[in-house]
Antibody, heavy 118, light 108 residues
């Protein structure tokens, strides 16, 4: 059974930094692209960033380009999102999601809440 | 990319069928057969229901089906059940991923 468990969320001031982690189990992690998808309160999901199975390819939404960095450690079955220069509009539940097929998100974690506020 | 357009709400009675539309552009839905649909119950993570327009993941009921015509994709749920009440989101891949604003399904 695929399990994805996010951690690292919390309250941070505008301009601050935060690092999210996602622990994966139940599938061959290194063979899957992985993504972070966020959802602001009352809104639809928003794709944030994706990393290929080997970690060699990364993609990010324009809204986080230059501020967020996605990475992975296949030896630890772990996915990360380093977030800096955080803004109020980054407030959301952040989900990690696996991608057996590159165009869709087949399994999601339970999410971790990030609140950017002074 | 702009968000895909979905109706804010739809409703139906148990046993009936409903269809949720998702409208994009020639640059996303119209050009790629890469539409997926997600179900989300309150306080829970989204769940993949349909991928690549018409395909159902293992374990998803055959009551859920997807289609596409031009720039509009659709999710149809037949034989509505109480547990189908949830928010539904479409998503299209066209170099990056864009989601719809969501449709709240109420089972009367």
């Amino acid at each position: 059974e695929v399990q994805l468990l996010e951690s690292g969320g919390g309250l941070v001031q505008p301009g601050g930094s935060l690092r999210l982690s996602c622990a994966a189990s139940g599938f061959n992690f290194r063979n899957y692209a992985m993504s972070w998808v966020r959802q602001a309160p009352g809104k639809g999901p928003e794709w944030v960033s994706t990393i290929g199975g080997s970690g060699g390819s990364t993609y990010s939404a324009n809204s986080v380009q230059g501020r967020f960095s996605i990475s992975r450690d296949n030896s630890k079955n772990a996915l990360y999102l380093q977030m800096s220069s955080l803004r109020a509009e980054d407030t959301a539940v952040y989900y990690c999601a696996s991608q057996e097929g590159f165009s869709y998100f087949d399994s999601w974690g339970q999410g971790t809440v990030v609140t950017v506020s002074s | 990319q702009s968000a895909l357009t979905q109706p804010a709400s739809v409703s139906g009675s148990p046993g009936q069928s409903i269809t949720i539309s998702c409208t994009g552009t020639n640059n996303d839905i119209g050009s790629y057969n890469l539409v997926s649909w997600y179900q989300q119950h309150p306080g829970k993570a989204p769940k993949l229901m349909i991928y690549e327009v018409t395909k159902r993941p293992s374990g998803v009921s055959s009551r859920f089906s997807g289609s596409k015509s031009g720039n509009t994709a659709s999710l149809t749920i037949s034989g509505l059940q109480a547990e189908d009440e949830a928010d539904y989101y479409c998503c299209s891949y066209a170099g990056s991923w864009v989601f719809g604003g969501g449709t709240k399904l109420t089972v009367l």
